[in-house]
Structure formats: structure tokens, C-alpha cells
Antibody, heavy 122, light 108 residues
Framework: QVQLVQSGAEMKKPGSLVKVSCKSS????????INWVRQAPGRGLEWMGA????????KDAHNFGGRVSITTDESAGTVYMELRSLRRDDAAVYYC???????????????WGQGTLVTVSS | EVVLTQSPGTLSLSPGERATLSCRAS???????LAWYQQKPGQAPRLLIY???NRATGVPDRFSGSGSGTDFTLTISRVEREDCAVFYC?????????FGQGTKLEIK
């Protein structure tokens, strides 16, 4: 059973960037899209983008004005999400989530990381 | 962008009652790309239903999904106390994923 393990909580200043990692404990991501979803305190879910690790194909959410980069280090079995020009309203729990079917985007996210809390404060 | 509107905002039911959660899309959605999630406090979301009506692994058969076009429904045939959570629908269209705002299910 694949488990997604994310990096720890981060505290950042407005205007800076944060980079969160997501590692597959069960080995490679096996041709599944890995998505990033965030949840501000007391709010709903917001999709940020996705990557298919073995190919590097990315899907970008239109809402973030190019502030998000999703990359992969397949040799390390790790996907990264970088969010730049942080604002106070970027404070949220950030999740990585694996797509259900290989090479199929957004069919359903069946495996989720534990979440990474990002705090933005001066 | 496809906007998903869920109703009701909050649903309060007694154990054994039937729960009907609605998800309405601002434009027609490919039913292959309509999913439902359950999220309990402090936990990551859990996939319940994918492709409108397919239960994910380990999901009890009291959960079912249906719908097409712009109207989709998650039904819990007989709610149990452990079903207390927020439920989200999700869709993908033109490589953009959106979620509904959620329905909170309270068990009396």
C-alpha cells in the first residue's frame, strides 16, 4: 500500500516562498498523477495543480497566477510543490494526493498525504 | 471554470435515516470525472465515490452516487454516527479540477 509522506510544518513571511515535499513510502509513484490540494482554516478544498512524475507532464490551476511550480525527483520518489510570493491568505494545510488510475488525470484522488501546515506571518 | 454548488450546507439526521447530498454544476460535467470525498476533523479527505457511481475500495455499500449532466447526488442509505463529516464533490473539466464548498453532516 502506497503511503504519501509530506514534509513538516512551515512558518513563512509574506513575499517569501515555501516548498513542500511529498514522498512515496511504497516506492515509485507508478505512473499516477500526483496532485496538490490546499485547505485554508475552516474552508473547503482548493486544487493547485498536478504532475505525472515519470513524464514530467504538469497540469496547472488557473487560480494562482503562475505562483505555483510542481516538480519531481523520481530517483528520490518525491514530488515538490513550490508556492511563491506568499500572502497571508496562503496560510493553509497543503495536501498531496494520488490519482486513482495510472496515467489518468483527476479520476479521483485515492491516496492522500498527512498534510503540511503552512503559516504566513510577518 | 466549472462551479460546483452543494446543498444543503448542513444536514442533521438521526442514525438510520437516509441522507441525500446534492452537487450541482454550472455547466455539464463528464460523469467519469465526478467524485465524492468525506473529510473528518483533522484528517485528510477520503475518496468515497469516483466516476459518479463507483465506490472506492473499502467504502461501505450504504454509500452510493448517481447523476449526470449538471446534477449529481451522494446518498447514504442509513446514516451511522461514524458518518459525521464534511462531504465534498469534485469534478474535472478542461484540465481544471474544482471542488464544491461542502455539505456538513451532523448526527443527532
Amino acid at each position: 500500500q502506497v503511503q504519501l509522506v509530506q514534509s513538516g510544518a512551515e512558518m513563512k513571511k509574506p513575499g517569501s516562498l515555501v516548498k513542500v515535499s511529498c514522498k512515496s513510502s511504497g516506492g515509485a509513484f507508478n505512473n499516477h498523477f500526483i496532485n496538490w490540494v490546499r485547505q485554508a482554516p475552516g474552508r473547503g478544498l482548493e486544487w493547485m495543480g498536478a504532475i505525472l512524475p515519470f513524464s514530467g507532464i504538469t497540469k496547472d490551476a488557473h487560480n494562482f497566477g503562475g505562483r505555483v511550480s510542481i516538480t519531481t525527483d523520481e530517483s528520490a520518489g518525491t514530488v515538490y510543490m513550490e508556492l511563491r510570493s506568499l500572502r497571508r491568505d496562503d496560510a493553509a494545510v497543503y495536501y498531496c494526493a494520488r490519482d486513482l488510475r495510472q496515467s489518468t488525470f483527476a479520476y479521483g484522488f485515492d491516496q492522500w498525504g498527512q498534510g503540511t501546515l503552512v503559516t504566513v506571518s510577518s | 471554470e466549472v462551479v460546483l454548488t452543494q446543498s444543503p450546507g448542513t444536514l442533521s439526521l438521526s442514525p438510520g435515516e437516509r441522507a441525500t447530498l446534492s452537487c450541482r454544476a454550472s455547466q455539464s460535467v463528464n460523469s467519469n470525472y465526478l467524485a465524492w470525498y468525506q473529510q473528518k476533523p483533522g484528517q485528510a479527505p477520503r475518496l468515497l465515490i469516483y466516476g459518479t457511481s463507483n465506490r472506492a475500495t473499502g467504502v461501505p455499500d450504504r454509500f452510493s452516487g448517481s447523476g449526470s449532466g449538471t446534477d449529481f447526488t451522494l446518498t447514504i442509505s442509513r446514516v451511522e454516527r461514524e458518518d459525521c463529516a464534511v462531504f465534498y464533490c469534485q469534478q474535472c473539466s478542461s484540465a481544471q479540477v474544482t471542488f464544491g464548498q461542502g455539505t456538513k453532516l451532523e448526527i443527532k
